[in-house]
């Protein structure tokens, strides 16, 4: 969907790539680069939710802010949640987690073909075919 920030040559999309590419410059040289006054410069930002120091803070912070955000979902996750989950869907999520667990720890993940070849055997099972 073309909205008025993604519309190629609107003043709002250069404003919005100049700030992102150029985050140093003021709102006033972001003006004359868009030809347009400094307080459009800056309603677009603020419209756009644009903050030059959140994003570089998230960037700067950003596995932390993922393994935060890992912890909320793990927690969040019940034992009824994982009861009413289908069994493929309990393999593929448990052939995940392994392969993530082993790539914390530094291990080899080339084994997850084995896995995978269960997955498909148990979803053969769950369609009633000989295995």
Same mark, same amino acid.
């Given at each position: 969907?073309?909205?008025?920030?993604? &519309?190629?040559?609107?003043?709002?999309?250069?404003?919005?790539?100049?700030?992102? #590419?150029?985050?140093?410059?003021?709102? &006033?040289?972001i003006?004359?680069?868009?030809?347009?006054?400094?307080?459009?410069?800056?309603?677009?930002?603020?419209?756009?939710? *644009?903050?030059?120091?959140?994003?570089?803070?998230?960037?700067?912070?950003?596995?932390?802010?993922? +393994? /935060?955000?890992?912890? &909320? @979902? !793990?927690? +969040?996750?019940?034992?009824?949640?994982?009861?009413? !989950?289908?069994? /493929?869907?309990? *393999?593929?999520?448990? !052939?995940q987690l @392994?392969?993530? #667990?082993?790539?914390?720890? /530094?291990?080899?993940?080339?084994?997850i073909?084995?896995?995978?070849?269960?997955v498909?055997?148990? &979803?053969?099972?769950?369609?009633? #075919?000989? @295995?």
């Amino acid at each position: 969907m073309i909205t008025k920030a993604t &519309r190629p040559g609107s003043k709002t999309a250069l404003i919005l790539k100049t700030k992102t #590419e150029h985050p140093d410059l003021t709102t &006033r040289q972001i003006g004359a680069i868009a030809d347009c006054t400094h307080v459009n410069v800056i309603t677009t930002l603020r419209r756009y939710g *644009v903050n030059h120091t959140h994003l570089q803070d998230y960037k700067a912070n950003k596995a932390d802010i993922l +393994a /935060g955000l890992t912890h &909320r @979902i !793990a927690l +969040a996750v019940t034992d009824s949640d994982i009861k009413k !989950a289908p069994m /493929g869907s309990k *393999v593929l999520a448990m !052939a995940q987690l @392994i392969d993530k #667990e082993q790539l914390i720890r /530094g291990l080899s993940t080339a084994n997850i073909g084995v896995v995978l070849q269960d997955v498909a055997a148990i &979803r053969a099972l769950d369609r009633g #075919e000989a @295995i």
